[in-house]
């Protein structure tokens, strides 16, 4: 054995022992939307004292954090994220309302003397009137009390506490103890309110907290007018119960936050939905690597067996990864990592391909050399063709956000992981088995001693596919058509993450009547609600934006007309972050064609690279179309599906290319034509075997996958079958006559 085949050796061996000593004492982090809980997405909003930028972010960060950990929730993660927004994950916490009034609410506690009582609320202007220093707000009993400036506030407090009296009745109240200078103050605004008779409304003292009246206590009779109640210490009453007088004291301790948030996200996934997905998803692996792994034996013999063996590594190496860098794995990260199986498995493929060229070449061939050959001449199609696709993992991760985002670092991990099996692992399998003396005797059981079925045919028939390339280009442009008009007919679904507005999903235990349910919803106050069903047993509900005490209406109404209902996902878009998104949707395609064309001109030419991005655009409209034929929702997650696609198809586009470049320096003087279609019958093999490899791993995921994945992969097949396509028939064609016209 060579020296740089034993440091192959010793590589792959050091990165397998490495990744399952990783694997087995590093867990994985999963998202949410995989172990169930709530993600809410706060914005921080300036007010006219204070301007929001990443500082004042940090200090609201902060105090939420206080909060969260007041509320007990088992391993909460906060964040910024951009200098203006906050991102909250509480596992486990399935009605995130209560949640999100405790992280939203300001907390801006203020004492107030009563001045006395206003008209009666139907006498009220609307809205009520503000005089200078002076504010009128409804008390607890809903009459409406005339307050003077504020004599302090939460800053004037040192610490509070829930507790519950066990006399006089009994019943739960807050302790608040002050600052040194907060309790001259508190002793100074009783005193005040002490020199009216009792019964008086000015004998009051209002606490408001976030503009409302939470108590409004009489100062005791005993308390002398002036001397008020001293002490720094003092206790609001109420009708609370244990939960509301936690949370107040909760709220207090926490502190005010520097400037008002608003809730712009909000997703809430049920443990269910969530087990059920990762079961779907192994399910998918395990079925579609299966198979994978049997067609590649059943075309490449030994060698068929050493990639499966690489194909078990990869998915050591790509877990193990994402357990190291701490990444987390979502839902559509999860299928990433299943479609990055069918990724390296082209790898391999292009290596056996050309080998196989190599071996059939040559006077008198061994395995061993032509598969040296083989990995040395397919370096630059693998290397190019992931690098496209690592751009795209790249723009995911840049430019979405959420599972979209986490689905963008599992292809990236899952790209690099793949060029490890196949340049590294499979490499040392290989070499050490071709240099076995029994293989030697039967080369042919190494799987590249012949040309395969589909070369041996194109060698037999030499099909000029390049005969009539505007022929391929009108069938292209037919196709276009016939997508663009499907979004111009029936339009684009356009998902809640685009539009803005709430989604919620619901499992029954009987079948669905999705028109009981939408006339049940117009009865309650929704009769724009879009009622849409899944298979027998799953509803989906989408209207606007929706507060979460009107969602409840929702899954109240829900559970009266669908039996056994029981909520597992809730997705609320603000419609400012809706916006956003679709922007930034649009920035990402638009910077994901430019990032392909300027790489591809850098490998390859201007004609090539222009002519492998029209093929992108060719494939976009037409999975965009197919999606707006079908009705399917174009969401975040279609996003991804869409911009993998492309990556993809580059790859297709990037092995075609790359043969055409050599054989341009290989055979000076022939005509392109003849050259790209050459290029077209010697790839294709590799094509066919690559396809049919991606076909197995996104049927299995789009079958056994459940329906939160189902859109996903279809789209993927789709893609991936346009992709195709069009590296052959519509990129390659279009170069043809653009070389043509420049010549």
Not at 154 to 167: M, N, S, T
Not at 660 to 669: A, F, N, P, S, V
């Amino acid at each position: 054995m060579t020296r740089p085949a034993r440091i192959r050796g010793l590589v792959a061996l050091a990165a397998v022992a490495l990744s399952l000593y990783v694997a087995l004492t590093v867990p994985v982090h999963l998202g949410l939307d995989l172990r169930g809980g709530t993600q809410i997405v706060l914005e921080t909003r300036p007010t006219a004292d204070t301007d929001v930028d990443s500082e004042t972010t940090d200090r609201t960060v902060e105090v939420l954090r206080g909060r969260i950990d007041a509320l007990g929730v088992a391993e909460p993660t906060i964040a910024r994220s951009g200098s203006d927004r906050i991102v909250v994950e509480l596992p486990g916490v399935q009605d995130p309302r209560k949640a999100a009034d405790v992280l939203g609410r300001t907390a801006q506690l203020t004492f107030h003397q009563v001045l006395g009582t206003a008209a009666d609320a139907e006498d009220l202007p609307d809205p009520l009137p503000k005089r200078p220093r002076q504010q009128v707000l409804p008390d607890e009993s809903g009459r409406h009390l005339r307050l003077a400036a504020p004599a302090l506030t939460g800053k004037d407090v040192d610490k509070a506490a829930a507790g519950f009296d066990q006399q006089g009745g009994g019943g739960w109240h807050v302790t608040v103890d002050f600052e040194k200078t907060g309790g001259s103050g508190w002793a100074r605004l009783t005193g005040e309110a002490a020199c009216h008779t009792p019964g008086d409304p000015a004998r009051r003292v209002a606490i408001v907290l976030d503009g409302k009246i939470i108590s409004s206590p009489q100062v005791d009779p005993s308390v002398a007018c002036g001397s008020g109640i001293g002490g720094g210490t003092t206790r609001i009453t109420g009708s609370f119960d244990d939960t509301e007088a936690k949370e107040l004291a909760l709220l207090i301790n926490g502190g005010a936050l520097p400037v008002p948030v608003e809730t712009v996200e909000q997703r809430t996934v049920g443990p269910t939905l969530g087990a059920e997905a990762i079961s779907a998803s192994a399910w998918a692996a395990a079925l579609g690597t299966t198979v994978t792994a049997l067609f590649v034996i059943a075309v490449y013999r030994v060698l068929g067996v050493l990639a499966a063996v690489a194909l078990l590594c990869y998915g050591l190496v790509s877990y193990a990864a994402l357990a190291a860098l701490g990444a987390t794995l979502t839902l559509p990260g999860l299928a990433g990592f299943v479609l990055a199986i069918g990724m390296a498995v082209d790898a391999n493929v292009l290596v056996f391909e050309r080998a196989r060229e190599e071996y059939a070449s040559r006077d008198r061939p061994t395995a061993r050399s032509a598969l040296a050959a083989g990995f040395r001449g397919a370096f630059s199609a693998v290397a190019d063709s992931n690098i496209t696709t690592l751009i795209a993992a790249g723009l995911l991760f840049f430019l979405a956000s959420g599972p979209v985002r986490g689905f963008g670092v599992t292809l990236g991990i899952g790209v690099l992981a793949s060029m490890l099996s196949a340049l590294v692992i499979t490499r040392a399998l290989a070499d050490h088995a071709v240099a076995r003396p029994a293989l030697r005797r039967r080369p042919r059981l190494t799987g590249i001693a012949h040309i395969g079925a589909v070369r041996e045919r194109l060698n037999r028939t030499r099909p000029n596919l390049m005969r009539h390339p505007r022929r391929w280009l009108a069938a292209s442009a037919a196709a276009l058509v016939l997508a663009a008009s499907g979004i111009a007919v029936r339009g684009l679904d356009l998902g809640v993450e685009f539009t803005g507005g709430r989604l919620i999903a619901y499992s029954t235990t009987t079948p669905v009547d999705a028109d009981r349910a939408r006339g049940a919803l117009a009865d309650a106050g929704f009769p724009r609600a879009v009622v849409q069903t899944s298979g027998e047993h799953q509803l989906t509900v989408r209207t606007h934006n929706l507060s979460n005490t009107e969602a409840a209406t929702v899954t109240a109404t829900v559970t009266d007309v669908a039996q056994g209902a029981q909520k597992i996902r809730d997705e609320a878009i603000g419609p400012s972050l809706g916006k956003e998104l679709r922007h930034g949707a649009l920035i990402a395609l638009a910077v994901a064609l430019g990032a392909q064309l300027v790489y591809l001109a850098a490998r390859f030419r201007w004609l090539l690279g222009s002519s492998a991005v029209a093929a992108l655009a060719h494939d976009v409209v037409i999975l965009v179309g197919v999606f707006a034929w079908l009705g399917k929702p174009v969401d975040g997650v279609f996003l991804a599906a869409l911009l993998t696609v492309i990556g993809y198809s580059v790859n297709d586009s990037v092995v075609v290319f790359d043969r055409i470049r050599e054989l341009t320096r290989r055979t000076k003087g022939k005509p392109f034509v003849g050259i790209a279609n050459q290029a077209l019958l010697q790839t294709l093999p590799r094509t066919v075997n690559t396809g049919m490899g991606a076909a197995f791993i996104l049927t299995a995921l789009a079958v056994l996958g459940g329906d939160t994945l189902t859109d996903f992969a279809l789209a993927l097949l789709v893609g991936c079958a346009v992709g195709t396509y069009s590296s052959m028939f519509t990129a390659t064609p279009l170069a043809v006559e653009l070389h043509k016209r420049r010549t």
